[in-house]
């Protein structure tokens, strides 16, 4: 099984968009991450997928209406041959009926498209803890996972020590990961190389270790991660400044070679 490490272009707007192209690709980055292009720049962003050789994930994000905002937005995504859409779907306070209603017949939506769909476990969403996202994978059999596990280190206010059991099952429904490091007081570590954060990153090491091996068990041919840091206000800031204290492209790159350098292990 192949490690793909694709870019996000979050935080990445003070650039052109051929600058941002140049750079991922030079890089090494297998491919980006964004909602699609808007109309001004549809035709630009096809072409310098083409020059510089990336592949492309999509995003959707549903409200109002999520069935039909679901289906309108893979309807769009599905023009960019994309490898694989991530969605932000449904919410958090929706019942649970609705919940599953919902996402019955967003696995019966996404299989008409014929794209992988994933979606992620995020704040503000209905997978927004490890129990509510467990009681959704038991009761929908085709549902899979973007995991961003750092929401869930803020939700539940730990580095979910007591969700052992659960994270294990959870772990085999995964097939795309967005590799931020959260904490248990916030979505993202200033620098995950920093030694004050060495407990946070073994944790979600060891989560993203576990995907890694059930998606290789389960005869997946690659297995997608985006180190998913973002700008301010994710990334920390200095009071009246609002300078960063860390460079975001930098730490972004770290993290893809420490994902390039523990996937051997991970795999052994």
Known sequence: ?????????????????????????????????????????????????????????????????????????????????????????????????????????????ERSFGIPVVHETHRGRAMYTPWTTERLLNDVSGLRLCADFSHW?????????????????????????????????????????????AEALAAHDAWWRSIARHRRDQGADQLIFVPEFGPPGYLQTLPFTRQPVSDLWEVCLWMKNYLERRWDEWLA
Not at 27 to 33: I, K, L, R, S, T
Not at 170 to 191: F, L, M
Request: aromatic share 10%; proline share 6%.
């Open 1 to 109: 099984m192949k490690l793909k490490v694709f870019k996000s272009l979050w935080g990445m707007e003070h650039w052109s968009l051929e600058e941002r192209f140049a750079r991922i690709a030079d890089a090494g980055y297998a491919g980006v991450e964004s909602p699609p292009p808007g109309p001004e720049e549809e035709k630009l962003f096809r072409e310098l997928l083409e020059r510089y050789g990336l592949e492309y994930s999509s995003m959707a994000f549903t409200g109002g209406d999520h069935l039909e905002s679901l289906r309108s937005q893979l309807e769009r995504a599905a023009s960019f041959s994309p490898v694989l859409v991530n969605v932000h779907s449904a919410k958090d306070d929706m019942p649970y009926e609705e919940q599953l209603s919902f996402y019955r017949q967003a696995v019966e939506i």
């Open 153 to 197: 280190c803020v939700v539940c206010e730990s580095l979910l020590e007591d969700q052992a059991e659960r994270m294990a099952g959870i772990t085999a429904r995964a097939s795309y990961v967005h590799a931020r490091v959260g904490h248990a007081e916030g979505p993202q570590v200033n620098h995950p190389a920093a030694p004050e954060h």
